[in-house]
């Protein structure tokens, strides 16, 4: 059975890469009708922060990635929270040291600290030098009665070839007399993330495992371990680094990478989900859109990517502009009027919202141009800020125009609306494009041009909704008053 896991530890919040690559263990799980587990690695206590585990477990409810067993919820091999496993991982020490497979190191931080100076001005690469190896185990029981500190290391057998078959490396191969005698089990019985990972994985019956390729440098260390645990290794793919597009890791330096970030920006779950799968995987086609369970349908292995993908946030921002597009209608109402609601309170403009219905007809036309939800606010201004027009001199198009062209323009299109008094029929946009049109004539403008000036007048900005829609939401009376400001 395939069983993955995704092993965060709450020591930030959940970055966007964690999600990433808890999705491709998701992905590989429900794909084979196998388990997804969520255990959750706190055993670094001091680098934990507060609320770390809840904002793991509600990301991946965000996202859609419910997963089988993990805190909450449970399972056969629960606990799923480390730090409520201290137990398993000191019995399991305990049953290397029975195996000779590990060993009790009595060396104080000093002696060792002098020993990583000593390496390092030798410029060999620090490596305990095994001085507590050879200690007898009677002996050693006897020294920790008496109350000395120690810590549990492996006993790293010499001369060894430790081969790894990575799905995304290949064979990865290793001498063990590179590798150091790690640490197991601390001297304040906690467990390293050695002991706990391959404990965990091998108790938790993990088949698969997806992370990021900083791991690898561990993996010899794992392999002595499992096979001192007598259990498969199981299968690999170490996902190579995402990269920010100026070079280099992807980092915080250079814009959001936590996953409540990108919410709080606006970025829709589902979109940066699946700007998520296309980075490190490549469909049998060029198809770009995929929901989570077309994608796990589609999901393999073997199409993840060797090269490291450049984190484009443009791409993301398409993606984002295309699926609220897509918006179901109560989607839509949802996300757009949280947003709206919000801007209008901050504005102290509620007061002017009479129902919904008003509001959606004005978040409808302004759809198709929101990429990311944060951009509401400014492009619904327009309806209820009174806009300076920009100056038309810094426009395309009208800039060849004078001053007084502009105004003498604007304060006849004003004369020609309040000619229509109440004349019904002459409130409908073939009537106002026309009238547009033959003003532009009369004075020899481009029509493209006039079209411009009026929208610049009425909408404050060069690019706005839909002209004419935009003006039938605002009134007449109100078109007249931003018509005859212009001056
Ligand atoms: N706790 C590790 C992390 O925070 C897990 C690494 C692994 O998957 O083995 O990424």
Same mark, same amino acid.
């Given at each position: 059975?395939?069983?993955?896991?995704?092993?965060?530890?709450?020591?930030?919040?959940?970055?966007?890469?964690?999600?990433?690559?808890?999705?491709?263990?998701?992905?590989?799980?429900?794909?084979?009708?196998? /388990?997804?587990?969520?255990? &959750?690695?706190?055993?670094?206590?001091? !680098?934990?922060?507060?609320?770390?585990?809840?904002?793991?477990?509600?990301?991946?409810?965000?996202?859609?990635?419910?997963?089988?067993?993990?805190?909450?919820?449970?399972?056969?091999?629960?606990?799923?929270?480390?730090?409520?496993?201290?137990? #398993?991982?000191?019995?399991?020490?305990?049953?290397?040291?029975?195996?000779?497979?590990?060993?009790?190191?009595?060396?104080?931080?000093?002696?060792?600290?002098?020993?990583?100076?000593?390496?390092?001005?030798?410029?060999?690469?620090?490596?305990?030098?095994?001085?507590? !190896?050879?200690?007898?185990?009677?002996? /050693?029981?006897?020294?920790?009665?008496?109350?000395?500190?120690?810590?549990?290391?492996?006993?790293?057998?010499?001369?060894?070839?430790?081969?790894?078959? =990575?799905?995304?490396?290949?064979?990865?191969?290793?001498?063990?007399?590179?590798?150091?005698?790690?640490?197991?089990?601390?001297?304040?019985?906690?467990?390293?993330?050695?002991?706990?990972?391959?404990?965990? =994985?091998?108790?938790?019956?993990?088949?698969? &495992?997806?992370?990021?390729?900083?791991?690898?440098?561990?993996?010899?260390?794992?392999?002595?371990?499992?096979?001192?645990?007598?259990?498969?290794?199981?299968?690999?793919?170490?996902?190579?680094?995402?990269?920010?597009?100026?070079?280099?890791?992807?980092?915080?330096?250079?814009?959001?990478?936590?996953?409540?970030?990108?919410?709080?920006?606006?970025?829709?779950?589902?979109?940066?989900?699946?700007?998520?799968?296309?980075?490190?995987?490549?469909?049998?086609?060029? !198809?770009?859109?995929?929901?989570?369970?077309?994608?796990?349908?589609?999901?393999? *292995?073997?199409?993840?990517?060797? /090269?490291?993908?450049?984190?484009?946030?443009?791409?993301?921002?398409?993606?984002?502009?295309?699926?609220?597009?897509?918006?179901?209608?109560?989607?839509?109402?949802?996300?757009?009027?949280?947003?709206?609601?919000?801007?209008?309170?901050?504005?102290?403009?509620?007061?002017?919202?009479?129902?919904?219905?008003?509001?959606?007809?004005?978040?409808?036309? &302004?759809?198709?141009?929101?990429?990311?939800?944060?951009? #509401?606010?400014?492009?619904?201004?327009?309806?209820?800020?009174?806009?300076? /027009?920009?100056?038309?001199?810094?426009?395309?198009?009208?800039?060849?125009?004078?001053?007084?062209?502009?105004?003498?323009?604007?304060?006849?299109?004003?004369? &020609? #609306?309040?000619?229509?008094?109440?004349?019904?029929?002459?409130?409908?946009?073939?009537?106002?494009?026309?009238?547009? !049109?033959?003003?532009?004539?009369?004075?020899?403008?481009?029509?493209?041009?006039?079209?411009?000036? #009026?929208?610049?007048?009425?909408?404050?900005?060069?690019?706005?909704?839909?002209?004419?829609?935009? *003006?039938?939401?605002?009134?007449?009376?109100?078109?007249?008053?931003?018509?005859?400001?212009?001056?």
């Amino acid at each position: 059975m395939v069983r993955t896991r995704f092993a965060p530890s709450p020591t930030g919040f959940l970055h966007i890469g964690g999600v990433r690559t808890a999705l491709y263990s998701y992905a590989l799980a429900r794909k084979h009708k196998g /388990a997804f587990v969520l255990r &959750i690695e706190d055993t670094d206590k001091k !680098r934990e922060i507060e609320g770390g585990i809840k904002n793991i477990v509600d990301g991946l409810k965000v996202f859609g990635m419910k997963f089988d067993e993990g805190p909450g919820i449970e399972g056969p091999y629960k606990p799923y929270i480390q730090s409520k496993r201290l137990k #398993i991982y000191q019995e399991k020490a305990q049953e290397l040291i029975d195996k000779g497979k590990a060993y009790y190191c009595f060396c104080s931080e000093e002696r060792l600290k002098k020993l990583r100076e000593s390496q390092q001005k030798a410029k060999k690469q620090p490596k305990y030098d095994g001085k507590c !190896r050879e200690i007898k185990k009677a002996e /050693a029981e006897k020294r920790i009665k008496n109350g000395e500190k120690f810590v549990i290391r492996l006993k790293v057998p010499r001369g060894e070839k430790l081969i790894l078959e =990575d799905v995304l490396l290949g064979k990865v191969s290793w001498n063990s007399n590179d590798v150091d005698d790690q640490v197991l089990l601390k001297s304040d019985s906690f467990p390293t993330y050695h002991l706990a990972v391959v404990v965990d =994985d091998v108790l938790m019956k993990i088949s698969h &495992i997806t992370r990021g390729i900083e791991w690898l440098a561990s993996v010899p260390k794992h392999i002595l371990l499992y096979k001192a645990f007598d259990y498969k290794f199981p299968v690999t793919a170490h996902m190579p680094v995402i990269l920010d597009p100026d070079g280099g890791k992807l980092s915080k330096r250079k814009g959001a990478v936590a996953v409540n970030e990108f919410l709080e920006q606006g970025y829709l779950p589902e979109a940066t989900l699946n700007f998520l799968m296309l980075l490190g995987w490549a469909p049998k086609d060029d !198809r770009e859109f995929f929901s989570l369970s077309e994608f796990v349908k589609e999901f393999s *292995m073997e199409r993840l990517n060797k /090269a490291s993908p450049v984190f484009d946030r443009q791409k993301l921002l398409w993606f984002n502009g295309e699926y609220i597009r897509k918006l179901s209608k109560k989607g839509f109402e949802v996300k757009f009027l949280t947003w709206a609601k919000k801007y209008l309170k901050d504005k102290k403009l509620l007061k002017q919202l009479t129902d919904d219905e008003e509001l959606v007809k004005k978040l409808e036309l &302004i759809q198709e141009r929101v990429s990311v939800l944060s951009e #509401i606010p400014n492009q619904l201004e327009f309806f209820y800020e009174n806009m300076h /027009a920009p100056n038309p001199k810094e426009i395309k198009g009208v800039k060849r125009y004078e001053k007084e062209d502009y105004v003498k323009v604007v304060s006849e299109y004003a004369e &020609i #609306i309040r000619s229509y008094e109440e004349d019904s029929s002459k409130w409908k946009h073939e009537k106002w494009e026309e009238d547009i !049109r033959s003003l532009a004539d009369k004075y020899s403008w481009k029509h493209g041009d006039m079209f411009m000036m #009026i929208r610049l007048v009425i909408c404050g900005s060069p690019v706005s909704p839909p002209l004419f829609e935009s *003006m039938v939401i605002l009134g007449k009376d109100e078109i007249i008053r931003r018509l005859g400001e212009y001056k």
